[in-house]
């Protein structure tokens, strides 16, 4: 970055985000970023209208904000959506800040100022799950940070022939050595038999009515979780499944023979091997049970391996299965005025899925 | 200028020079209208305020007029410190 001493710069100012601002924020986009899950101008703008105008959690006090400079130009733009939760049983608002972008030409201290706008608004939690280390370096200057826990990312490899030797090529950088290896991994995975189906345990589809009615008594136990409704759920699964960029959508109910729901889960089968869960809810007794069908289902669909984010109730079951845990992939911010709600973001005390960050948008 | 300001602000010119690598002319040059403070070197001085001063600004008082000159940013943390004044 060069410094331009002498220039003298106007300072902008911010003002919340409204439909007439789309046309410029889709150039900005397109302007400062290379790639989009959208073809064209108007199907991005399709998009920022759905997410940001028509989502069903809108809420004045919390909308999307753009930076304005001295001649009335927008060159600057951070996307938030409100999302519910409750807090030891009251209802919190979380507001979700995504796509924070700055024109590269009029940079100056516009993208500071928006996330400084952003983090002082009225939100009991904000939230982003998928942050550069940039923006964790801004929002802890601006009293956030990541959450380490959930910073972490599992993968569950379902055929281990192939899984490893998958990334042995990727570490050694040799081309073509998996497919040199590959009748040695499937030949191992042959050997080593399928992933076991679980007993007494039956599979049913997971609707917006099942998660609605009973994420409460599933998660009764954590204090900080969404408060789904079926509209939400049905407007935020429909928005998922979109764009189609990650693979076919498999959502599944995990009920004991007696009836009683056990938990569920929700993956993209990816054509690349590794499927991405979204998310996983589980009674706190019944976690071990609901990713052994999860793995069980992923392990059918031919996939390799499942990656995910960690949730806190899933840890001890993940160590169990033999899952990889790591540290690589985008960070989980959170930033609150209050510091009991924080304090249960950090001590795992909280189920915060990519159902309920920003992980879900595809721009 | 109190001393304690002074001193600051001779801390913050290292501050500026050695973390920051940003070149002040005058503790009055204005550091916002110049372009020498963009958002990322923004957190960068936020984060060494913290760091070499024990200053964490809350996001309320992080008013972009405190942060105009070295000046200003020294009176600033002076009087957060409470050794400031006349």
């Known amino acids: 970055m060069t410094l331009t001493a002498g220039v003298v710069r106007a300072m902008g100012s911010i003002r919340p985000f409204a439909p007439d601002d789309i046309p410029a924020v889709v150039a900005l986009r397109r302007k400062a970023f290379q790639h989009s899950a959208h073809p064209t101008a108007e199907a991005l703008s399709d998009y920022l209208e759905e997410v940001f105008f028509r989502n069903p959690w809108r809420d004045a006090a919390l909308g999307s904000l753009v930076y304005v400079d001295a001649q009335g130009r927008i060159v600057g733009f951070l996307g938030v959506v409100p999302r519910q939760a409750t807090f030891q049983g009251q209802p919190i608002r979380v507001a979700v800040g995504t796509q924070l972008m700055v024109d590269r030409d009029a940079r100056g201290l516009a993208s500071f100022e928006l996330m400084k706008a952003f983090l002082s608004g009225p939100q009991d939690l904000a939230f982003s799950d998928v942050a550069n280390d940039l923006s964790r370096r801004m929002w802890e200057a601006l009293g956030g940070g990541p959450s380490l826990l959930q910073s972490l990312h599992w993968t569950q490899p379902l055929r281990r022939g192939r899984f490893y030797t998958g990334l042995l090529a990727q570490r050694l950088r040799v081309r073509g050595l998996g497919w040199g290896l590959r009748p040695l991994s499937w030949a191992v995975d042959a050997l080593a038999g399928g992933w076991a189906s679980a007993h007494g345990l039956e599979e049913v589809p997971l609707t917006p009515t099942l998660m609605a009615a009973h994420l409460p008594e599933l998660l009764g136990h954590v204090k900080l979780r969404p408060r789904y409704d079926e509209g939400s759920l049905r407007w935020l699964l429909d928005h998922l499944v979109t764009t189609g960029r990650r693979g076919e959508l498999h959502r599944v109910a995990v009920r004991s023979a007696d009836g009683a729901l056990a938990g569920w889960y929700a993956y993209f089968d990816n054509a690349d091997g590794v499927g991405q869960v979204v998310q996983v809810a589980a009674r706190r007794d019944r976690s071990g049970d609901v990713l052994h069908c999860l793995f069980h289902h992923a392990w059918r669909q031919r996939l390799v391996a499942l990656a995910g984010r960690v949730e806190p109730g899933l840890l001890s079951a993940l160590g169990a299965s033999g899952a990889l845990l790591s540290r690589d992939g985008p960070w989980v911010l959170v930033q609150s005025r209050r510091p009991e709600v924080l304090a249960a973001v950090h001590r795992g005390d909280a189920f915060l899925s990519r159902l309920d960050g920003e992980w879900w948008m595809s721009f | ?86």
């Open chain 2, 1 to 86: 200028m109190t001393a304690a300001t002074q001193s600051v602000q001779s801390e913050l010119a290292l501050v500026f020079t050695q973390d920051l690598r940003i070149d002040v002319p005058a503790p009055d040059t204005d550091l916002l209208a110049t372009g020498r403070l963009d958002s990322v070197r923004m957190v960068e001085l936020l984060l060494q305020l913290e760091k070499r001063f024990d200053l964490r600004v809350p996001i309320e008082d992080m008013e972009i007029d405190h942060f105009r000159s070295l000046a200003a940013i020294a009176e600033f943390i002076a009087v957060r410190r409470g050794n400031g004044g006349p």
